[in-house]
């Protein structure tokens, strides 16, 4: 079936480092990813997007790469800041009526960043 | 621009009690969702609407309806409250593009506890 998931449930990086989040997708037909930021006690931030036609997005400190080959997502944040700590949830949707209008979330990755 | 407003913030139902999570969007979306998120998971989607007398069920419609009468409100009514309702409710609204969802817009939240 389709699902969104993330290859690891927490990642601790140390202040300055760059971070690496992945996400691994089943349904080869979807064609719209998104990253949100989620801050405890919020609702979730949109951080960046990508369509299938891309292989790579770069946004500020943030830069998006998806491989349809072995359909996998990765959220790349550069110089982590102490603010960047949140959960970070990928999105997928597809390209048929229906579930185009609607997003299949991860369950999310917990980024800590160690001052 | 107030963006995506949800109202209350917080409630504590007794079981079997009715109430109405509100949600207004003031950026003229087409596309409104509603999500529930449980502790340390992910967003899963209850209903979701792509205009003004159009609604449609996600993942996890039972024990709640919609209504969608104007493109900026779109109230999520629970009808007799269970304790499997106590969940943290997102409003999230999208302009979509040619018929697809874009980037999402959430609201703060409404955390609700059914006891």
């Known amino acids: 079936g389709e699902s969104v998931g993330l290859h690891l449930p927490t990642l601790s990086v140390q202040e300055g480092d760059n971070s690496i989040i992945n996400c691994a997708y089943s349904?080869?037909?979807?064609?719209?990813f998104i990253w949100y930021k989620q801050e405890s006690g919020k609702g979730p931030q949109f951080i960046i997007d990508?369509?299938?036609n891309m292989d790579k997005r770069q946004g500020q400190r943030v830069t998006v790469l998806l491989n349809k080959t072995v359909k996998h997502l990765s959220l790349q944040i550069a110089a982590t800041q102490p603010g960047d700590s949140a959960v970070y949830f990928c999105?997928?949707?597809?390209?048929?009526?229906?579930?185009?209008?609607?997003?299949?979330w991860g369950l999310g990755t917990s980024l800590a960043v160690n001052p | 621009n107030a963006g995506v407003t949800q109202t209350p913030k917080f409630r504590i139902l007794k079981i079997g009690q009715s109430m109405t999570l509100q949600c207004t969007q003031d950026?003229?979306?087409?596309?409104m969702y509603w999500y529930r998120q449980d502790p340390g998971m992910g967003l899963k989607l209850i209903y979701y609407?792509?205009?003004?007398?159009?609604?449609d069920k996600g993942e996890v419609p039972n024990g709640y309806n919609v209504s969608r009468s104007t493109t900026e409100d779109f109230p999520l009514r629970l009808e007799l409250a269970a304790p499997s309702q106590t969940s943290v409710y997102f409003c999230?609204?999208?302009?979509?593009?040619?018929?697809?969802?874009?980037?999402?817009?959430f609201g703060q939240g409404t955390r609700l506890t059914v006891v």
């Open positions: 999105a997928e949707t597809g390209p048929n009526a229906g579930n185009n209008r609607k997003l299949i």
């Open positions: 349904n080869s037909a979807s064609d719209y």
């Open positions: 990508i369509r299938s």
């Open positions: 950026m003229n979306h087409n596309y």
């Open positions: 609407s792509v205009g003004a007398g159009i609604t």
């Open positions: 999230a609204s999208s302009m979509g593009l040619r018929g697809r969802i874009t980037e999402a817009f």
